[in-house]
């Protein structure tokens, strides 16, 4: 396993919302799989590990990144993400409401736009974050996650 990669992940409880069973879970899930398996090299870091602490600032998404000899702090503005994490939310929502019945038909339609949104998201967070941190798809899709997490109202 490469020496670059994250084994602890923490959100900033003062930036997190109150959230509901289902959200807390995928929370939970995401950063289980994250420290399970990540590709994460931030730009100008010899060694990982690295620890790391997002919370969400003035609008801003900050990544606080802790390593052996290294700490960089990356504030992104969350504008670029704004409409793709709303609609995320928005169907994440759908999603849960329509789980609570039975029409399976529904579910699946809504949870492939879910996951459409999702590679969407991670993306576009992957784009954000080049030239600073180094990340893989899978890294990208569960730091999604955690910044749905962060925005949430």
Known sequence: MSEHRLTSIELDAASLPASSAEIEHERRVAIFDIVEKN???????ESGPYALKM????????????GPGFTKA???????????????????????E????TDVGKIEAIDMGRRGLHNEGAELLKSRLEGKIDIDHETARRLFTLVTALYRR
């Open 39 to 45: 590709a994460f090299q931030p730009a100008g870091a």
């Open 55 to 66: 919370s969400s600032q003035d609008g801003r998404l900050v990544f606080d990144i802790a």
């Open 74 to 96: 990356h504030g992104l503005s969350m504008s670029p993400l704004n409409k793709v994490i709303k609609d995320y939310i928005d169907i994440c929502d759908s999603y849960y």
């Open 98 to 101: 329509v789980l609570r019945g």
